[in-house]
């Protein structure tokens, strides 16, 4: 395929063939591997472990194709409900990655970043998260952002606090709130919004994802369960991206 660089009509992404276009931003709400897990015959964790080569997939394919920003769902703030057995594999499985990919991330120029609440994650889990950050600090290619211990409603109860103290202490008037203000509170404030918002395993929903963020993104929806997800569902999902004509509320043309 074509790596051609070129331009979305309305954002600026790489366009790399005539419908096929990568987006500056990309989000992925990795769902389905426990249902892959089960059509297969495996116990659930089975499903989070094939999903973790998914990841490596993705982040590898959208790092080369010049994608800026990869912000990627691995743990919400409702996992936290799930069963202490799953909690503790998934937590171990970020934990090998957050060694085992670092040598990865350095070739392909990525810089890591984390989007959640650090209070409840384990210390060694957050020395790990903050050793691989500072390994890849000074990479200046794609920025992969994994969103753990992650909420959407959490992200924006946690910036509507932060304004709270500071009107509260007089460094800021409540008349100078804007969307700027809260854009820059929110856990990543510089990544920009995503462009393309991917959901597998067919399921409609955004589940407390990236609730501010998304405003103007647009939705594509693979079929496929995450542990299945490929280079090849990657590019349809571009490939839809690229056939979608972006007003963000104003008139096209
Ligand atoms: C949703 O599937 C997936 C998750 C809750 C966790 C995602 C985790 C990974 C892909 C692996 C670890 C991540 C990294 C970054 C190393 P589900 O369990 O809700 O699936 P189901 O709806 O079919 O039950």
């Known amino acids: 395929m074509s790596k ?60 080369q194709l010049g994608v800026e920003a990869l912000t990627l769902y691995a743990f919400s703030e409702e996992n936290w409900e799930r069963p202490k057995r799953e909690i503790n594999l998934l937590m171990g499985l970020l934990r090998r990655f957050l060694v085992d990919e670092r040598p990865t991330l350095m070739q392909n120029n990525v810089r890591l970043l984390h989007a959640g609440r650090r209070q409840r994650l384990d210390s060694d889990i957050l020395r790990l998260l903050d050793e691989t950050m500072a390994l890849t600090a000074d990479n200046s290619g794609m920025r992969l952002c994994l969103a753990i211990s992650y909420g959407g409603r959490q992200e924006l109860a946690d910036a509507v606090r932060s304004i709270a103290r500071e009107v509260a202490a007089g460094s800021l008037a409540p008349e100078a709130v804007d969307e700027a203000t809260i854009s820059a509170r929110l856990y990543q404030p510089t990544l920009p919004d995503p462009d393309l918002l991917i959901r597998t395993a067919g399921e409609l929903r955004v589940s407390n994802f990236l609730l501010w963020q998304i405003s103007y993104a647009e939705i594509h929806v693979s079929p496929v369960c995450w542990p299945d997800f490929g280079k090849e569902q990657l590019h349809e999902a571009f490939r839809d991206y690229g056939r979608r004509v972006r007003k963000f509320g104003k008139v096209h043309g």
Do not use: L
């Open 4 to 63: 051609k660089a070129g331009s979305h009509p309305a954002d600026g992404g790489n366009r790399a063939a005539s419908d096929f276009v990568v987006p500056r931003s990309v989000a992925v709400i990795m769902d389905g591997n426990g249902r892959w897990a089960r059509s297969a015959g495996f116990e659930r964790i089975r499903g989070h472990e094939k999903g973790t080569d998914s990841v490596r997939t993705t982040v590898t394919e959208c790092a």
